[in-house]
């Protein structure tokens, strides 16, 4: 059974700094791209950033580039989010997202597996 178990979240002010953290488990986690995606109230889910299997090549949504890393330790089925500079419009709930085709995508359907999520809240 394939598992994403996030962690991380909390309360944070404006400017600070989280890092997120998904273990996998029951999957060959260095064959999936891996993703995060957030959840604001009321809103849809969004792409965040994503990783290639190898970790070669990354991709980051507009809004957070030069703020957000993702990163990804296979050795440990680990894949990272560090957010520096948050704004009270990251306030969100976070999920990871596991994808075996291997494109490098923000897309949501290509994600076969997700975890429960992680809320980040930053406060003004």
């Known amino acids: 059974q394939v598992q994403l178990e996030e962690s991380g979240g909390g309360l944070v002010q404006a400017g600070g700094s989280l890092r997120l953290s998904c273990v996998a488990s029951?999957?060959?986690?260095?064959?999936?791209?891996m993703g995060w995606f957030r959840q604001a109230p009321g809103k849809e889910r969004e792409f965040v950033a994503a990783?290639?299997?190898?970790?070669?090549?990354?991709l980051h949504v507009d809004s957070v580039k030069g703020r957000f890393t993702i990163s990804r330790d296979n050795a440990k089925n680990t894949v990272y989010l560090q957010m520096n500079s948050l704004k009270p419009e990251d306030t969100a709930v976070y999920y990871c997202?596991?994808?075996?085709?291997?494109?490098?995508?923000?897309?949501?359907?290509?994600?076969?597996?997700w975890g429960q999520g992680t809320q980040v809240t930053v406060s003004s």
């Open positions: 997202a596991a994808d075996r085709f291997g494109i490098l995508t923000s897309i949501k359907s290509y994600y076969d597996y």
């Open positions: 029951g999957l060959i986690f260095s064959n999936y791209d």
């Open positions: 990783i290639r299997r190898s970790g070669t090549g990354t």
